[in-house]
């Protein structure tokens, strides 16, 4: 391992942060990259539930970690990636410190960028326009900020690669992205903020961002699946036409055609479409208005600028405000053996879980519904599930697979159960008589971070 140079990717969700590393010299010059090692840490801002801390060596040589740390609500995203990054190199794997040369990060508001950007020590300019753009991905960009400031502090001569959600949506169709509301430069009808001396549409316009049209996020996510997918039919990427609900702490559909994003569910901010474990997803916007007194205020979240009424959908909201809970796992055991808990807790489980599905089948059905039109069915390479969520709930795909059995779906019991057990990466979990493919896909954010940074600086 000693003169091996490394890559680490780490990709900062709302309830995890994932770390993979990868060997370059071991790969050779634009082969595909090797990865060595995973960890996580998961459970990130759960109250009451401890952090999950795991790291994996991938060769089996083992010296894996699987420990509980503080509780989630009592950590942050600035201490956790260098305890992180001391797991791994203070392994018996002798890894120095200075072999991890480029650190790809997940980064999930892009605003206007259309590459990836590059942050040293020395020119860390960059950070201070992703740390505003929080302002349009409050659960996620200071986070990240905080993850990569740390992660600079702790190793200060590596080079940073900062890779998009937003990258994947750039080819969204101007009809699927604009808003029916008044351009920033025509009438503007409500305030959208007004924080102190912050207004978010000079802020926007500082950023040269547009705030009335929708950027579209988890766009790693589905780089990684799209490609798994074509790897897996023979395809390439380009030939690929795929509905993908990407099921985690936040959830997303995305509706890929030829291996383009023609349309998904999340907008200017990660809040809107699908129900989320802490988020309302989309609901009628007026509603902030009559509930949230105030809500134009900040909301005094520590290190950025957040209305209340944000912090009620972002924080607030979602499986949490339904169920008490976002661990999805509980909400299904409570709602399927219901005289084992308390009868409130179930029924509310329940109903949490039923919300959750209603709005999941919306948005699938419509964009299979879209594919169906210009493609018909045998241009359709099949409906995917990922995301925490969509690779572990067993009982979900089942669920949704049946709701959509009037489309030509049917899932095969045996390898449903096997997908959520297995290893495998992409599992076909649909039987021979469904019209369309069911696929269970786990997705690799991480991999397609490193794989940005292998290309910008052709390793
Ligand atoms: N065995 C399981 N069954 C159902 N859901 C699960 C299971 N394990 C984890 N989850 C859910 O996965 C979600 C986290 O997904 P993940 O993609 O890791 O999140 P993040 O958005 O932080 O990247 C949580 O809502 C959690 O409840
Ligand atoms: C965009 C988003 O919601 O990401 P995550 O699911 O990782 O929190
Ligand atoms: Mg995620």
């Given at each position: ?28 010059k634009r082969?595909?990259?090797h990865?060595v ?24 040589s083992?010296?894996d ?6 509780l989630?609500?009592q950590?942050?995203y600035?201490?956790?990636p260098?305890l ?9 794997k002798g ?14 508001h ?19 326009e ?10 996620h ?44 430069d025509?009438?503007v ?29 988890h ?11 074509a ?8 030939d690929?036409s795929i ?14 055609r030829?291996?383009e ?14 129900v ?6 989309s ?61 409130k807790?179930a ?6 879980y ?7 089948l ?5 964009y ?46 045996k390898?449903?159960?096997q997908a959520?057990?297995?290893?495998e990466?992409t ?14 896909v ?18």
């Amino acid at each position: 391992m000693s003169s091996t140079t490394y890559i680490l990717a780490i990709n900062c969700g709302s309830s995890s942060i994932k770390a993979k590393l990868y060997a370059v010299n071991d790969a050779g010059k634009r082969k595909p990259l090797h990865a060595v090692a995973e960890g996580s840490i998961k459970g990130i801002a759960a109250k009451g539930q401890k952090i999950k801390i795991k790291l994996e060596w991938l060769d089996g040589s083992g010296h894996d970690i699987s420990e509980e740390g503080e509780l989630g609500d009592q950590v942050d995203y600035q201490t956790l990636p260098p305890l992180l990054l001391k797991k791994f190199t203070s392994s018996s794997k002798g890894l120095k410190d200075e072999q991890i040369k480029y650190i790809a990060h997940r980064i999930v508001h892009g605003g206007p960028h259309k590459e990836p950007i590059i942050i040293t020590r020395e020119h860390e300019e960059g950070l201070t326009e992703m740390d505003t753009l929080s302002e349009f991905a409050p659960l996620h960009n200071h986070s990240a900020v905080l993850a990569i400031r740390s992660c600079l502090k702790a190793l200060p001569e590596h080079t940073s690669l900062l890779a998009f959600d937003t990258l994947f949506h750039q080819t969204l169709p101007e009809e699927v992205y604009t808003y029916a509301i008044p351009k920033p430069d025509q009438e503007v009808p409500i305030p959208l903020r007004k924080v102190s001396k912050l207004h978010s549409l000079g802020i926007a316009q500082k950023l040269n961002l547009t705030p009335t049209r929708q950027y579209g996020f988890h766009g790693l996510s589905y780089r990684s699946i799209l490609q798994s997918i074509a790897t897996k039919s023979g395809k390439q990427t380009k030939d690929v036409s795929i509905v993908v609900a990407h099921l985690g702490s936040g959830g997303s559909c995305c509706m890929i055609r030829n291996g383009e994003s023609q349309d998904t569910t999340m907008g200017l901010t990660p809040l809107e479409g699908l129900v989320g474990g802490t988020r309302s997803g989309s609901i009628d916007p007026t509603l902030v208005f009559h509930l949230v007194e105030g809500c134009a205020e900040d909301a005094g979240l520590d290190g950025i600028k957040v209305t209340r009424a944000e912090a009620t959908l972002n924080k607030k909201s979602g499986l949490t405000a339904l169920a008490g809970t976002n661990d999805f796992n509980s909400i299904t055991t409570k709602m399927l053996d219901p005289s084992s808990y308390d009868a409130k807790d179930a029924k509310a489980s329940t109903l949490a879980y039923k919300v959750y599905t209603d709005r999941l089948l919306c948005y699938l059905t419509f964009y299979l519904g879209k594919l169906f039109e210009t493609d018909g069915v045998d241009g359709i390479d099949g409906l995917v599930f990922s995301g925490g969520i969509g690779e572990k709930s067993v009982f979900l795909r089942k669920d949704i697979s049946k709701r959509l059995g009037w489309m030509g779906f049917q899932v095969d019991d045996k390898l449903n159960e096997q997908a959520s057990a297995g290893k495998e990466v992409t599992i076909k979990i649909s039987g021979e008589a469904s019209k369309i493919p069911v696929w269970v896909v786990q997705t690799d954010e991480e991999e397609v971070c490193a794989k940005m940074v292998q290309e910008y600086f052709d390793l």
